[in-house]
């Protein structure tokens, strides 16, 4: 039998989605589900990961629930074509969670690069929640109780595809071929990898103020973007200036596509043409900003748009969600169910037990 194509992936509601989750993997995820390519794709809301973190503030939480929904919804996540679920409704997480924590070891777990920085920014060095630094596990779980071949995440989260890929092979090794072993699928342009803050830094942040979130007004991007940070030293016009680390250049290498030029800035073919000019000198930031946010606009329009409309009929988000954990349910008690029977732990389904153990008894 062939092996279906499964996509999993998710996010932790702690936040709405800002243009990095955007270019990073909900883009790409709304392409894939558009596809045809794939026979289920579950999309889910990490809401007991998110609170591996937040133990302190549920409310958080659950405000931000609604808010990644309705992201979801707005960028074109299709409930007819995807499961939206929210993992917290799906106990039989917990129960192969709780498997899979004998599979792995605290010092491998101390070596997942992810974790590791996570705990230097939470300032968790000497007081590490055990959900917080287990979380790996967690997500395999998630993972791998849907059997996705397929995870389209961005690159930090490669270490814990690792790590899960790592329990697969060992819970197959040691109780057969019960799980399947998932893909990473990272984006496939560098600037999408991990999009900077409008200020120029790694990572946009909200503590850090520097992001543009997929509900913000077309005013507010506009802001945004006027005061984005470029070159430092690119003062006059006619200064030669810098493309690479400029915030601006990066973004338009995640969002510009040859046929914004002819629509917005037809004196230069693409964008190769329009990086020439500026390392050159004679073009200046009011001009490119400019065509950023018409290339930006165009693509963030559609979904402000959308979303509104969602934000109409919010107790119909909420029954979609509710029919979205169902669905997804199911799905993995069904693994479940594999997952005991190869664990020997299903003694009640297994008729061949009883007997066998019947007449062991009997003969003695
Ligand atoms: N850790 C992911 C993030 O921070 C969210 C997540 C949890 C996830 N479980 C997952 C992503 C499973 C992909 C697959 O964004």
Not at 57 to 80: F, H, M, S, T
Not at 106 to 111: A, D, G, I, N, T
């Amino acid at each position: 039998m062939e092996q279906k194509k499964i996509i999993l992936t998710g996010d932790r509601p702690t936040g709405k989605l800002h243009i990095g989750h955007y270019v990073g993997s909900l883009r790409r995820r709304v392409e894939l589900q558009n596809s045809g390519l794939y026979d289920k794709i579950f999309i889910f809301e990490a809401d007991g990961q998110a609170l591996t973190d937040n133990i302190d503030d549920p409310e958080k939480v659950r405000q931000n629930v609604i808010e990644v929904a309705l992201d979801y919804l707005a960028c074109g996540i299709d409930p007819a074509k995807s499961t939206i679920f929210i993992q917290s409704q799906i106990p039989e997480l917990c129960e192969l969670t709780f498997y899979f924590m004998d599979l792995v070891t605290v010092s491998r777990l101390q070596r997942n690069p992810t974790v590791k920085t996570e705990i230097q920014m939470r300032n968790f060095e000497t007081s590490i929640p055990v959900g917080f630094f287990t979380y790996p596990i967690s997500q395999a779980a998630d993972i791998t109780a849907f059997k996705a071949t397929t995870v389209p995440v961005g690159e930090d989260q490669e270490p814990m595809l690792e790590q899960a890929r790592e329990i697969v092979r060992r819970f197959n090794y040691i109780y057969g071929d019960t799980l399947v072993e998932p893909e990473i699928l990272l984006p496939d342009n560098a600037a999408c990898l991990r999009l900077p803050g409008t200020d120029g830094k790694a990572k946009m942040s909200k503590s850090l103020g520097n992001c543009i979130y997929l509900s913000d007004s077309a005013d507010e991007v506009e802001k945004k973007i006027r005061s984005m940070y470029t070159d430092p030293d690119h003062l006059k016009v006619s200064d030669p200036g810098k493309v690479e680390g400029n915030t601006v250049f990066t973004y338009l290498d995640a969002f510009s596509r040859p046929e914004h030029f002819c629509r917005y800035l037809p004196d230069y073919a693409n964008l190769d043409e329009l990086k020439a000019h500026y390392r050159r000198g004679g073009l200046g930031d009011v001009k490119v900003k400019k065509f950023l946010s018409a290339v930006m606009q165009e693509e963030l329009e559609p979904i402000r748009t959308r979303r509104k409309e969602f934000e109409q009929d919010i107790p119909a988000v909420y029954d979609m969600l509710k029919k979205g954990c169902e669905v997804a349910r199911e799905a993995a008690a069904e693994t479940l169910s594999e997952v005991r029977r190869a664990m020997k732990i299903n003694y009640f389904d297994d008729e061949e037990l009883i007997a066998g153990q019947a007449e062991r008894f009997r003969t003695k």
